[in-house]
């Protein structure tokens, strides 16, 4: 009650504040998190790049450790691929720590997942890794499937999608639609059900994305969104004007395509319970 004003991270956060505060008076704010330039430029070294050699197709399993993920649900929905040159990583490293925290959640998930594609196929990733190593981790991942209800894994969508890779979200997440309406082509996660192996795999290309995230979260062009936020909050009345602020996006996508290296897909990945890197 005593929070005057608020600073949304995504743009449908601002919608689901105002339907759950009744608070309606109070100032809101859109400012994404900045992307380092040097993520920027892994990703487009990701960007394209030609199949692993052993032709795996390696799949993310939600991004934390919450069961609000809906882990076993997606577990259940790609069951039928299992004997499919598939890897399946489950990010679990932090998360479980809500009110419907579930005892031994990290264990259920784990057993169910080797019980249904094999020990050999299933990664646990449990310890945190650092933001360059994680960054590298889903350049990897060539599908990754978000079974939740609410804005979540933002950060995995954007990277994921920027490497050239594929995203299945829920019709019920509001992130769907906006990413869909703004034609940054997501998959509705119900309809894995009634799909073959090759469309579940069927790349795509998604060139709007590169262009948003871009106008989003590079530093240059973040610096805006902040600026105005603290202009604003010191009294200055007057906007700041975004075309003086960055470079024209192309430019940008020209520099990172000049200075980025292209490369092949892992074929190995060596994580562990305890250790884990790339």
């Given amino acids: 009650k005593k929070i005057g004003k608020v600073v949304a991270i995504f743009k449908t956060d601002i919608d689901a504040y105002k339907s759950i505060f009744s608070n309606k008076s109070k100032e809101i704010f859109y400012a994404p998190y900045p992307i380092r330039r ?18 795996e197709i390696w799949i993310q399993v ?87 209800n609410r804005q979540n894994a933002l950060g995995n969508i954007t990277k994921n999608l920027y490497a050239g890779g594929k995203v299945f979200l829920s019709e019920k997440n ?25 469309d579940f795999i069927k790349t795509e290309e998604n060139i709007v994305l590169k262009e948003w995230l871009i106008e989003n979260c590079y530093p240059e062009k973040n610096l805006f969104f902040w600026d105005n936020i603290f202009m604003k909050l010191s009294g200055m009345t007057d906007s700041v004007d975004k075309s003086s602020f960055a470079r024209f996006t192309n430019e940008i996508i020209s520099d990172m395509k000049n200075n980025a290296r292209k490369k092949i897909k892992s074929n190995y990945i060596d994580i562990s319970d305890d250790e884990q890197g790339i």
């Fill in 38 to 55: 040097s993520v920027f430029l892994e990703l487009e070294s990701s960007e394209k790049v030609l199949p692993r050699l052993n032709n």
């Fill in 62 to 148: 939600g991004n934390n450790a919450n069961s609000f993920n809906n882990h076993l649900d997606i577990l259940s929905k790609l069951r039928k691929f299992s004997n499919e040159p598939i890897k399946i990583f489950i990010p679990m490293s932090y998360g479980n720590d809500w009110h419907n925290k579930i005892d031994n959640y990290v264990d259920i998930v784990r057993e169910k997942a080797i019980e249904w594609f094999g020990e050999d196929k299933v990664y646990v990733l449990k310890n945190l890794m650092s933001i360059d190593e994680y960054s590298k981790f889903l350049e990897q991942i060539d599908i990754m499937v978000i079974a939740t």
């Fill in 174 to 198: 509001p992130l769907y639609d906006y990413f869909n309406n703004n034609h940054i082509k997501i998959n509705r996660y119900e309809d894995i059900d009634d799909m073959s192996f090759s």
